[in-house]
């Protein structure tokens, strides 16, 4: 098999996320992963990065790939995982940036060819994230006359800080010698002693200087790590804030639409895409659209919640306020989905019983 067959089948088990074929094949034919480079340059590892697979991710680590090689945008693997975590990733950040960051943590402010780092990558989405709850805040205060609170206090620090590197001193320490008269052999034995003691206060020096730097690169270490999963808490809770404040919108547009639509003075045909579906494609997104504001825990309130909407969504029902408005070619698909959310909330009644 060439070089160009090999290359190509462990790019594509990567690429696919095929850990145990890929294990089982660089095996079989004792690749060496650590040299493979693809087209543009890029490392099994940036291919494992920019598609999220953190299993073959830190399996190409165990196997020494490189994470400080570039490819020929001058991108690590790095930037290509904050990137991945821009375009909706949820889990990129402890999957894939956290472990990349602990096993080489210079690679944080390395330049590619835009002169962008994965330092400044991860700033930018912290700063975008937060202009987006902003936006949503003040697209809040203009639909219902009230502002939302929001984070006002947050904190513009540098997303990280690295630890300035330690240098050893040492001080030479001399024995005065012996001012009374020795002879030959005497002098060169306590020349060799001094020496030795010398040698040895050194070394113990110098293995204690060891021991305190090591024990202050782990304090370092905890603390760069714990930083790192502050940041991601307060990322995550601003994720689903904003997520949140979607679905509390598009149920507000939701109530609206059917208030329009199933008014009984109403008397326009029906398409499909005219009806004021939760949500469009997704059954079980369109239901934590409905439930999104409704406290769970009062369940005098929710069970009420529920059952309004079942009267709204029953077939019967609905075909009593709109028969003669739907159109024939629509009418089967729209039954069809009036039946599917009738049952899911014949369900969520069932299961509060």
Known sequence: MTDRKITDKVEGYVKDNKLSKLKSYVKKHHIDLAGVRLAKDQTLL?????????????????????????????????HLAVHN??????????DLVLPLIKKCPSS??????????????????????????DNQQRDNFHTNSHPESGDAD???????????????RYEADYY???????SYDDW??????????QHQKRHVDHEGQKAKRRKLEEEKQKEFTKKLEQEHKEYMELRSKKNKNVMVQKKT?????????????????????????????????????????????????YRKYLKEQQVRWHPDRFLQKCRTRLKDKDRDKIMERVK??????????????
């Not at 060169?188 to 030795?196: D, F, M, S, T, V």
Request: charged share 35%.
């Open 85 to 94: 975590g821009s375009c909706g990733n949820e889990h990129a950040y402890t």
């Open 340 to 353: 599917e959310i009738s049952q899911a909330l014949n369900k969520l009644i069932d299961d509060g019983k």
């Open 253 to 301: 547009e939701y109530e609206k639409e059917c208030q329009r639509i199933f008014n009984t003075d109403a008397d326009f045909p029906l398409r499909y895409k005219d009806l004021p579906w939760p949500d469009k494609t997704d059954m079980q997104k369109g239901i934590e659209i409905l439930l999104v504001d409704v406290d769970k825990a009062d369940i005098v309130a």
């Open 188 to 197: 060169a034995e306590q020349i060799a002693r001094e020496k030795y003691l």
């Open 108 to 133: 944080l402010d390395v330049q590619n060819n835009r002169g962008m780092t994965p330092r400044t990558l991860l700033e930018g989405l912290k700063h975008r994230l937060q202009r987006e709850e």
């Open 176 to 182: 005065s010698a012996y001012t009374e008269r020795e």
């Open 46 to 78: 940036h291919v494992a990065c920019s598609r999220g697979h953190d299993d073959c991710m830190r399996y190409l680590l165990k196997k020494h790939v490189d994470p400080l090689l570039c490819d020929a945008d001058g991108n690590l693997p790095l």
């Open 154 to 168: 947050w904190n513009e620090r540098l997303f990280f800080e690295m630890s300035a590197d330690f240098e050893d």
